[in-house]
């Protein structure tokens, strides 16, 4: 269930946190209670260890395999950094990685782990809860939509060509303002220009009238 209605999970575009749900896909309210109840299961699951638990599994690993010679004071230091380390991780994720180590399914079979490649074994085995506990809390914070029916997509549709027509009127409409207040508006060197032109019509008629007047 959560890896199918995660599969309809959409993003939201600009927005990295949230996804969003199909009303069709929405979960059910049984759906959701069965959600929560598995997310609850999990956090059980990946509650933090206690410290007997740390200190147990440590020391079976060290008494087991080869460690380097410490001091008092640095072996004191040591059990610390393993519990700083280890104690966000749940009990059964550390007996289980202390089990790996004893029987060479990791480490190098030789020497007792660090805290850091106990905690890298611990990270391994918790990231599968990780990764469906993020699942289900995508599923569960998802933004539900209604997608538009056949007559709420038929009227947009409607409503688009006629903004579109209506924008064409409009421009059409300017255009024709623009054209008019460009015939009606002359510029001086426009307005020279006819002047001169219809000087000089004037003296070739004149002069045409002459010619005539002279021939007669």
Same mark, same amino acid.
């Given at each position: ?10 993003? $939201? ?24 109840a598995?997310?609850?299961?999990i ?22 395999? %080869?460690? %380097? ?15 700083l ?31 850091a ?8 085995? $918790? ?16 933004? $539900?939509?209604?997608?538009?029916t056949?007559g ?9 060509? %006629? ?9 059409? %409409? ?19 220009? $006819? ?22």
């Amino acid at each position: 269930m959560v890896g199918y209605l995660h599969n309809n999970l959409e993003t $939201i575009p600009g927005n990295f946190r949230r996804y969003a749900l199909s009303a069709a896909h929405e979960p059910t309210a049984e759906q959701k209670a069965l959600l929560l109840a598995r997310r609850d299961e999990i956090d059980r699951g990946l509650a933090e260890a206690d410290v007997l638990t740390i200190r147990e599994q440590v020391g079976i690993l060290r008494s087991s395999m %080869a460690t %380097a010679p410490l001091g008092e004071e640095a072996m004191t230091l040591a059990k610390r950094a393993f519990i700083l380390v280890l104690s966000k991780y749940p009990a059964w994720a550390i007996v289980e990685a202390s089990m790996r180590f004893l029987d060479g399914r990791a480490g190098n079979k030789t020497y007792a782990p660090t805290a850091a490649e106990m905690a890298e074994v611990c990270r391994r085995l $918790i990231s599968e809860d990780l990764a469906e506990r993020a699942r289900i809390n995508a599923i569960l914070d998802a933004e $539900i939509y209604h997608a538009p029916t056949e007559g709420e997509r038929a009227e947009v549709e409607r409503r688009h060509q %006629a903004f579109v027509e209506e924008t064409a009127r409009a421009a059409d %409409a300017r255009r024709a303002r623009q054209d008019d207040r460009s015939a009606q508006e002359v510029s001086p060197e426009r307005a020279q220009a $006819i002047a001169d032109l219809e000087r000089r019509r004037l003296r070739r008629e004149a002069a045409a009238a002459a010619t005539e007047g002279a021939e007669a």
